[in-house]
Structures are given as structure tokens and as C-alpha cells.
């Protein structure tokens, strides 16, 4: 049985303070209701550390947005995953569509991040996801199949990794993908990785949905058999909505 997981991608929102007062309200509700599913939050990088600290003793997971692939050195604005990894983080975000569309991430960065952060103990959730056009022009599976592919290269062991498939026109659009449409994008990720690292690996594999989902879709995605979880963004950043998708999620 795969263990449902749920990370709230804050992205570049809050201060400190208000990163740990949403934290905080997190975890006392996590921590009361214990709900089956796994648990992450994802601050902003100056917000970690304290994050870290208020939410440690409720089983809610501490998550990065991003890493660089270098451990240290002359990276201006840049933060190694070895840093992530002593400040506490539990997983990384990486691949989002954000960084890749607006940051110029390549599958090539992609994967050196995902090589880096693995190696120094973190999990990593790497997204993928096509974009409007492509979806238009009927090449979903291809795309989404050379993220996986090409943000997998040279990794040998997937113990660690969740895959977020996140369509791009759904990412804070209030457009989600219907779960035929998600199921069907999960399902052949699921049969990508079957033929990388064998079925074993594959039937583990925890691949989440990301994309305008809210507490009225949220049951119905995470029923679907290859959905398990999901990667929120603005309904994340409200305590009630967060805990009723983590609620939907059992
Ligand atoms: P959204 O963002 O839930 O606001 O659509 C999801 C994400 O980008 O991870």
C-alpha cells in the first residue's frame, strides 16, 4: 500500500511570522486529527529553520521549493541541499513548472538537482507536466515521459522520490484536470517507471496531483487508483482548505 502524501507548496509567500503562525495552526491541527496521510509543508527559504521547529513534534514534514546541485561555493542566491538537509528539511520540491518556465530550468538542471539532493538524504518530489499547447497538440504522454525520463537520468534508486504530475494550465488557473484526465497521465508515469526500475519500484511509487486542487475535487482525485496525494498550492495557504484536502485524503 502506498501511503497518501500531501505538501503544501507555499511558493513566495509569508514572512517568517506569518509562515510560522500558518505553521503553527497546521501542525495543532495535524497533530489532533493524526490523519493517515503523510504531511509536508513548503515555506519560503528564510522561513525553513523556524518552520522547522514549530512543526517537528506533529509529524508534519518540512519541505524545500528548490536546492542548487552544488554543495557550496560561489552560486549567488543559490541554497545546496546539504543546507536544506541540516535545516531540517525532510523533502525538496524540484522541477516545479515555475522554475522550469520562469527560472529557465532544463531537464538537465532538473536532474543534477534531483542526483544532489537524493545523494545528501533528502526526498525529492519532482514535478513534471505538459503545458496548454502541448495538450492541445496531443503530445501529454511524450512530454510528461521525457521529464520523468530525462529528470531520472543516472538516478539508480527511487526509494526516496515522489513524482508530482502538475499540467501546467492547471497550475493556479481554478482549472483542474478532471481525474480521467489525471488518472490517465499517473497511470502511464506509473508504467514509465515499471520500465526504468521494474514493477516493484513502480507499484511503490507515490506520484501526486498538482493543479488547482480544492477541498470540492480533492476526494475525487485522490480516489483515482494511481493518484496518491497531492501538491497544493493556494489552498495550502489557508488552514481550513489545507486540512479539508487533507482530510479528503484519509
Ligand atoms: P495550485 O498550485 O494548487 O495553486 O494550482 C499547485 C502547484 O503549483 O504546486
Known amino acids: ?3 497518501t502524501i500531501i505538501v503544501g507548496n507555499w511558493k513566495m509567500n509569508n514572512t517568517i511570522a506569518e509562515s510560522v503562525e500558518l505553521a503553527t495552526a497546521i501542525a495543532e491541527k495535524v497533530g489532533a486529527a493524526k ?3 503523510e504531511v509536508g509543508i513548503a515555506p519560503t527559504f528564510p522561513a525553513l529553520h523556524e518552520v522547522g521547529k514549530v512543526i517537528e513534534w506533529s509529524g508534519v514534514k518540512l519541505a524545500a521549493q528548490n536546492c542548487h546541485y552544488e554543495d557550496d561555493g560561489a552560486f549567488t542566491g543559490e541554497v545546496s541541499a546539504r543546507m536544506l538537509a541540516a535545516a531540517g528539511c525532510s523533502y ?3 522541477g516545479h513548472s515555475e522554475r522550469r518556465q520562469l527560472f529557465g530550468e532544463t531537464s538537465d538542471i532538473v536532474n543534477r538537482k534531483v542526483k544532489k539532493a537524493l545523494a545528501e538524504g533528502l526526498r525529492v518530489i519532482l514535478c513534471v507536466g505538459e503545458t496548454l499547447d502541448e495538450r492541445e497538440r496531443g503530445v501529454t504522454g511524450e512530454i510528461v515521459t521525457a521529464q520523468v525520463v530525462e529528470g531520472l537520468a543516472e538516478v539508480a534508486d527511487i526509494s526516496n522520490l515522489v513524482i508530482a504530475y502538475e499540467p501546467v494550465w492547471a ?3 481554478g482549472r483542474t484536470a478532471t481525474k480521467e484526465q489525471a488518472q490517465e497521465v499517473h497511470a502511464s508515469i506509473r508504467s514509465t517507471i515499471e520500465g526504468l526500475y521494474g514493477e516493484q519500484a513502480a507499484r511503490h ?5 498538482g493543479g488547482s486542487v480544492k477541498p470540492s475535487n480533492a476526494a475525487e482525485l485522490f480516489g483515482m487508483p494511481d493518484i496518491d496525494g497531492g501538491l497544493i498550492g493556494g489552498a495550502s495557504l489557508k488552514v481550513e482548505d489545507f486540512m479539508a484536502i487533507i482530510e479528503a485524503a484519509g
Open 171 to 173: 497550475i493556479g488557473t
Open 35 to 37: 490523519p493517515e496521510c
Open 92 to 94: 525538496v520540491i524540484l
Open 205 to 209: 511509487l507515490r506520484i501526486q496531483y
Open 1 to 3: 500500500m502506498r501511503r
